[in-house]
């Protein structure tokens, strides 16, 4: 591959609530018309039809077809994007893709958030060794968590790779084509959790890391960062349309939120409107403050 930028992609993951799935391709198709946006459907298949209406804003549509409950879905999501990658994903024309959840909002063309992505570089947030985390991460400090984990990183090991175990929070992810070539091909295998699983197998596969992002995420284990750059984390309270909005206004501001499972505003007055009515006794002087300095929508 040469030195140029990747072609980027997004892969829309989603599997519950259409009327905020139309919003986030809305928000999406605003700041980037031209996006080839890939559509991942991770729900139970006896309701896919209710989100036929996505097909619009998709330049693809496919539904994983395996009959797994919801629990196993969210915990090897790599495998739903593995799958998806072997039937469908390998036919189209992309060379990264941004994983876009449904509870994710994104403000700018992907080009723009994602152009310090070099060619088959992967970006995931929270990227780490397991041995930072591995005393307080769920999925590795006791219980059959961890003797998942343990079985997961002994598995590595017989098939005869020198391992040094890595995790991420899943939120925030750029997968270059290249890696997904290659991680379609592991056998499948449900042993251990996608969060250490895919980063672990990408540096085994020699991938680079882009590690210089603005995508920093907030580890529910970890002392918690004041509320307005409580901007990405795993956890499951949302972000505040209050902070989404103040992010926007400044010019410093975060451009990705998660989680954040409504509908947002795709205009700005009813963002104002929506900010104000959740800041209560300040709503009106918010509202005269940020009407005077909105900044464009693209």
Not at 104 to 117: D, N
Not at 131 to 154: D, K, M, N, Q
Not at 174 to 190: G, N, T
Not at 253 to 276: E, I, K, L, N
């Amino acid at each position: 591959m040469s030195g140029s930028a990747p072609k980027l992609a997004a892969l829309f993951f989603f599997h519950k609530d259409p009327e905020v799935c139309i919003n986030r391709l809305q928000l999406l198709r605003r700041y980037d018309p031209d996006l080839p946006i890939f559509g991942l459907y991770g729900g139970p298949l006896a309701e896919v039809d209710r989100f036929r209406p996505l097909e619009r804003y998709l330049d693809d549509f496919y539904a994983f077809p395996g009959d797994r409950p919801p629990i196993w879905k969210w915990k090897h999501g790599d495998l739903v994007i593995s799958q998806w990658h072997r039937d469908r994903g390998s036919q189209l024309a992309w060379d990264t893709i941004v994983i876009a959840q449904w509870d994710m909002l994104f403000f700018g063309p992907m080009e723009r958030l994602f152009e310090m992505v070099a060619p088959d570089e992967l970006l995931l947030s929270g990227l780490r060794p397991v041995t930072e985390v591995e005393s307080i991460w769920r999925w590795t400090c006791g219980g059959p968590e961890r003797a998942e984990y343990l079985a997961f990183v002994h598995s590595v090991e017989r098939a005869g790779h020198a391992v040094t175990p890595l995790c991420c929070q899943f939120v925030v992810a750029c997968l270059p084509r290249s890696f997904l070539d290659r991680y379609a091909e592991i056998p499948d295998s449900d042993l251990g959790f996608s969060e250490y699983r895919l980063p672990t197998y990408a540096s085994l596969f020699g991938h680079r890391f882009q590690l210089h992002h603005p995508y920093e995420i907030w580890w529910p284990e970890f002392p918690a960062p004041p509320v307005w750059r409580r901007t990405l984390t795993t956890s499951a309270v949302p972000i505040r349309s209050s902070v989404v909005t103040l992010n926007l206004l400044s010019p410093w501001g975060a451009r990705v939120f998660h989680p954040f499972a409504t509908v947002y505003p795709t205009d700005w007055s009813g963002r104002v409107r929506q900010m104000a009515g959740e800041l209560g006794s300040e709503s009106r002087r918010v509202a005269r403050w940020a009407t005077r300095r909105l900044p464009p929508l693209g």
